[in-house]
């Protein structure tokens, strides 16, 4: 089985991550972000070729897991992708949130050191519409939250895929918060 957590970005997706990974009946993806279902080249290769890219050592058995924030940035596209691959294997999918404007100043920071970002956050902000309309085809095909800093934080829209596509009992939500060491104590 899968357990797929589709984010949000900067909301503790690597934390939450790190921790489920060392239960000991769950295999974590080779790579935290596969982004499979989010990056069509990706997607195209086929579900096969997904398992033994990023499960390549997981015991028979164990729940397999990844960490993909695109995939909820990108829902409309991932949401019906996730249910058509794992038709047979619905997986729980967990969305982790955190203050939206608190999100997109940390998602506007992390692109400004990798080097992505050369405007202010208010200036980002206010152009964040026409760079996305302008860069719209590339950013989608790669799956790719680039300049998408409301967009991400826009949790509704961006949930109502999902909520469209699998039972409401396949989802799990937290908050940041929620990762607290006496919630899940590290050992």
């Not at 957590?5 to 997706?13: D, E, H, L, M, S």
């Not at 080249?41 to 997904?50: L, N, P, Q, S, V």
């Not at 058509?84 to 294997?89: E, I, N, P, S």
Request: with cysteine; glycine share 6%; hydrophobic share 35%.
């Amino acid at each position: 089985s899968f357990c797929l957590i589709i984010g949000a970005a900067k909301a503790g997706t690597t934390s939450l991550f790190d921790i489920l990974a060392h239960h000991p009946q769950v295999s974590g993806s080779t790579q935290k972000e596969t982004r499979f279902f989010s990056w069509d080249e990706r997607f195209e290769k086929g579900i096969d070729w997904y398992e033994r890219e990023s499960f390549s050592e997981a015991p028979a058995g164990a729940i397999r897991l990844e960490a993909t924030p695109a995939y909820l940035t990108w829902s409309e596209k991932v949401a019906p992708r996730i249910r058509q691959a794992l038709h047979d294997r619905p997986p729980a999918l967990v969305a982790i949130f955190r203050d939206p404007v608190a999100r997109a100043y940390s998602h506007y920071w992390h692109r400004v050191r990798m080097g992505h970002e050369p405007l202010s956050f208010t200036d980002a902000l206010a152009q964040e519409d026409a760079r996305l309309r302008a860069h719209w085809e590339t950013l989608s095909r790669e799956g790719n939250g680039r300049y998408g800093y409301a967009r991400a934080s826009g949790y509704a829209s961006r949930l109502r895929p999902f909520l469209e596509h699998f039972d409401r009992r396949q989802m799990h939500f937290l908050l940041q918060e929620d990762l607290r060491p006496d919630v899940f104590p590290q050992s």
